[in-house]
């Protein structure tokens, strides 16, 4: 029997593709054949463990594709074939070669955690040539995200569409859709679907966009933009960029003052919908990203733990952490994509925010439970949270996520 370290080499190794001088990892063969933005940082920080060239290749390529606005996309379609995907909404609309209005990539974007990554990245083996390489071009995105995200005077970044969270279907975007908490995952599609047409609508200027469509001030979005904003300052201050060095810091400080302030009471930070206006009160994986960007007291993140992820009736599980409460109308443990089955990103957000608090055992159980969600049902895309049955796309990557689960 294979360690686990070698399955997870081994996964990465099969998932990985070349495009000309380029070198990425598809998340899964068969369902997901593209290169994916924010699942090449959990690539590069599962491959700095066995390969880090590999891991620097990996953002070198998911960074080659910014827009002209300097914002790095969510998708680059390396190969245009639509024949060799039947993943959803690449089928929908003649998507990959118009509706983003641009060749070769989407038009949005996903988490950014980009910055936190390639510091993580420059920790291995202090390649500061590396981060050189790629500063620009994570300054031009994050400075795009400080600016053309924001509305008024709040530093809060919006998202312009559900798939911008990295949770697509997730139930915090469906009252914002006119969705009621029990649907099929066509319905919802169709709706995300309508959010592209409006985003193409206004040319995917997301100040236009924002100010006419969807809008949502998204909790893990905002919390990993602070975290990632104090890693370019610290990146900057590295390669002697002090103006960069100071505007980043500012920023980052900004964001997460703004976040405590203006999301959370107490334990409870919330996502905003309409534009900023109205707090999206369902109970989902996110009501745990504040440990991740340690914005809790103490005691505020005790009663967090308790009252939630310990709690049989919201999040505890056989298997932790479903992505949504099982309280929630919502919630469906077998066809809910991200509205109810396990995803192995977030409870690795949730490890490392549990460690943060200082929540060791409770960390290791979660750890421990990722751990047997593989060996029961592989590397499955994710899993039911009772039965720990695998769900969703074969040879999914980011179950080697539980290798930095340190
Ligand atoms: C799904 C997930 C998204 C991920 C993509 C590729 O759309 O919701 O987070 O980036 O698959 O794995």
Known sequence: MQSLNDRIEKLMLENRREAGIHQYTVPSPDLYPFQWLWDSCFHAIILSYFDVDAAKQELR???SHPLV????????????DTAQTNWGREMRGDVINAAWGVVGTSAITQPPIMAMTAWRIYEKDNDIVFLQEIFAVLSKHYRYLCTDRRLGSSPLAFIINPDESGEDN?????????????????????RRIDRMRENALCDFMARDCMSKHFAIIDVPFNIFLSESLEFMSQIAALLDETDDADYFNTEGRKVSEAVSELLCTDSICSSYDSNGKTAI?????????????????????NELVEKWLLNAKHFWTEFPV????????????????????VWIAPNWIIYKGLKRYGFDTIADEIKEKTEAL????????????????????NNFTWGGLVIDMT
């Open 322 to 341: 479903p992505s949504t409460s099982i309280q929630e109308l919502s919630f469906d443990a077998t066809k809910g994509f991200w509205r109810g089955p």
């Open 61 to 63: 390529a998911a960074f």
């Open 374 to 393: 593989i060996n029961k049902s592989g590397f499955r895309e994710h899993y039911n949270p009772h039965t720990g049955a695998g769900l969703g796309a």
């Open 281 to 301: 009160e369902t109970q989902t994986w996110s009501m745990f990203m504040p440990l991740y960007g340690g914005l809790l007291s103490q005691e505020d993140a």
């Open 170 to 190: 997730s139930p915090r975007f469906d009252n914002a859709q006119g969705l009621a908490p029990q649907h099929t995952a066509n319905q919802n599609l169709d």
């Open 69 to 80: 606005n300097g914002m790095i996309p969510h998708i680059i379609y390396w190969q245009h």
